[in-house]
């Protein structure tokens, strides 16, 4: 039995008071830290576009619909294309194929994950639905694997990401049968490399540096424009597309706070206008573009005032003799004007010519790429059946 005065170990407790003074004292809570600035390409980035996934392609349609005579299950020459649905000049393009009597077949990266495709190996032979094609020309265009429906967090989701990128890379990459804009050319032509590059060949290009401290970067020693150094467009969710566009520096308000990635920061030079030029095959076909500020173009795309435009002789040599360096094919090159000077900004691959062909009311590029894609095809053509 417990002695006197002990009782059970649950009877008589210590006072609250004793209580306090046996635990050490509590140590003050945490400063809750000051939410970090957002990156300065999403300060006041406003652009969404929604990108809709239905399909548009003639071409695909009409062999859905059963409206194309079978054939005799011979391998049927194409074109073949690895797009996305909104690709509105691929859209075309089928169209403007199917007059010429050229099949073209497509690969959706947002319509893909149902697709009933077999590509194979030991022969350069695609079969899409219950079709059999051999590719001759293949052209990848906004094939972005962000596009694809799927959740990357998920392993499903990871596991069809992984495997259409590989099948994606190796398709644009194959020797069995000629691409457009080559991607082993093409692949690493990143914006820094583009200016090195156009510097050699004569061009002048804006001083430059890439840092994740652009408040502490002045090249030129003036004003500055910050860019991404990698896409335009971001797409967190699929169909989803955010826009990341050059802004002015603002020092004041950047200080050395330091960004998550790098970025380019890039001298400021005051322009008379722009040239967005596209170069299509040998042919240069030039747009002179009036903004009010760098982000004008997506943000209030209809203030934008586009005029066809010639492309000075001393101009166009050396971008053709770059077009013809990077093996590009299709491309449009972006430049700014000042006094008697065409100072390079960058080229893109994928570039897309409606938009600046409704605004100036001209066709020509999209006439230059049919025909050209039309050319080259009959070529390849001519030159399998040889063999």
Avoid at 343 to 348: A, D, K, S, T
């Amino acid at each position: 039995m417990p002695g006197p005065g002990r009782g059970r170990p649950d009877e008589n407790p210590p006072s609250a008071a004793a209580t306090v003074a046996l635990r050490p004292p509590a140590s003050p809570a945490p400063p809750t830290p000051a939410p970090a600035p957002a990156p300065l390409l999403l300060q006041g980035q406003e652009y969404r576009f929604r990108s809709p996934i239905t399909c548009l392609d003639f071409q695909e349609q009409v062999h859905r619909l059963g409206m194309v005579t079978e054939g005799d299950g011979s391998p049927e020459p194409c074109v073949l294309v690895l797009a996305r649905s909104a690709d509105m000049e691929m859209n075309e393009l089928s169209i403007a194929l199917a007059e010429r009597g050229i099949r073209m077949a497509r690969l959706d990266v947002d319509r893909c994950l149902d697709l009933a495709l077999t590509v194979y190996t030991d022969t350069p032979l695609v079969e899409l639905d219950r079709w059999l094609l051999r590719p001759l020309l293949v052209w990848r265009r906004h094939f972005e694997l962000a596009a694809l429906p799927v959740d990357p967090g998920t392993l499903t989701g990871a596991y069809a990401l992984d495997q259409w990128g590989a099948v994606a890379s190796w398709l644009t990459n194959r020797s069995d049968w000629a691409h457009v804009n080559p991607p082993r050319a093409t692949a690493h032509l990143d914006r820094l490399t583009q200016l090195s590059d156009a510097a050699a060949f004569g061009l002048r290009v804006p001083r430059t540096s890439v840092t994740t401290r652009p408040g502490r970067t002045r090249p030129g020693g003036g004003q500055c424009i910050v860019k991404t150094a990698g896409r335009h467009l971001l797409e967190p969710r699929s169909g989803v597309q955010h826009g990341l566009f050059p802004r002015p520096l603002d020092t004041s308000r950047s200080a050395d706070t330091p960004e998550p990635a790098p970025v380019i920061v890039q001298q400021y030079v005051p322009a008379d206008t722009e040239l967005r030029v596209f170069v299509v095959g040998e042919r240069l076909i030039a747009y002179q573009v009036d903004k009010l500020d760098p982000a004008q173009l997506w943000v209030d795309p209809e203030s934008v005032h586009v005029t066809r435009t010639e492309v000075p002789a001393e101009l166009a040599q050396p971008l053709l003799a770059l077009a013809r360096y990077w093996k590009l094919q299709v491309a449009a090159f972006d430049l700014l004007v000042t006094g008697d000077e065409y100072v390079f900004l960058e080229v893109n691959v994928s570039c897309d010519w409606r938009w600046f062909e409704h605004r100036a009311e001209s066709h020509e590029v999209s006439d230059a790429v049919h025909d050209w894609v039309a050319a080259r095809f009959r070529e390849l053509a001519g030159a399998d059946q040889g063999r």
